[in-house]
Antibody, heavy 118, light 112 residues
């Protein structure tokens, strides 16, 4: 079935780096843009970044611009989020989400938890 | 950035009764190619969000027909015709018209 599985979360100190992965299966990965969305503990949803189906375009939230980088490898059906200079406020569950042709976010992964703490 | 404002933030509802959640955008979600890219998501406790409605009023695959979406311009509504126990959770509107995509604060639906 159509699935997105995130991994790579963990506990990291402020200022350090972490790379999240998202493995896709059950659909043609190279035909879809993919988003990252995060949710801080007990809070709402925040859009983080998007990458076009072919990697040609990328957009970021201002809160992560210059620190996070989204990338993908279509033959490997994998998406990454490289997170540098992490801050306490980056603590959240990070979801990768498929971008459908109708522009909806139609498939969500289960999420991976990132905790930034000294 | 487009700010999405939901009301109410909490909605206690009796089982079998209707529920309605409003979402207002700070700018008109100007239709492009004839569509307004406004979605509604449901997040049940301990679960990732799930798409309910896209393009303002289109029900996503597998979503019960008691859920409906409507609206135009800056005002949008999610309606549940008869609330069931499985509908408990937090509901979010979001706009996908421009970047950054933005979400409402969420509305917590609970049973009275």
């Amino acid at each position: 079935q159509v699935q997105l599985v995130e991994s790579g979360g963990g506990v990291v100190q402020p200022g350090r780096s972490l790379r999240l992965s998202c493995a896709a299966s059950g659909f043609t990965f190279s035909s879809h843009g993919i988003h990252w969305v995060r949710q801080a503990p007990g809070k709402g949803l925040e859009w983080v970044a998007v990458i076009w189906y072919d990697g040609s375009n990328k957009y970021y939230a201002d809160s992560v611009k210059g620190r996070f980088t989204i990338s993908r490898d279509n033959p490997k059906n994998t998406l990454w989020l490289q997170m540098n200079s992490l801050r306490v406020e980056d603590t959240a569950v990070y979801y990768c989400v498929r971008w459908a042709d109708n522009r909806a976010m139609d498939v969500w992964g289960q999420g991976t938890t990132v905790t930034v703490s000294s | 950035d487009i700010v999405m404002t939901q009301t109410p933030l909490s909605s206690p509802v009796t089982l079998g009764q209707p529920a309605s959640i409003s979402c207002r955008s700070s700018e008109s979600l100007v239709p492009s190619d004839g569509n307004i890219y406004l979605s509604w998501l449901q997040q049940r406790p301990g679960q990732p969000p799930r798409l309910l409605i896209y393009k303002t009023s289109q029900r996503f695959s597998g979503v019960p027909d008691r859920f409906s979406g409507s609206g135009a311009g800056t005002d949008f509504t999610l309606k549940i015709s008869r609330v069931e126990a499985e509908d408990v959770g937090v509901y979010y509107c979001m706009q996908l018209t421009q970047f950054p995509h933005t979400f409402g604060q969420g509305t917590k639906l609970e049973i009275k």
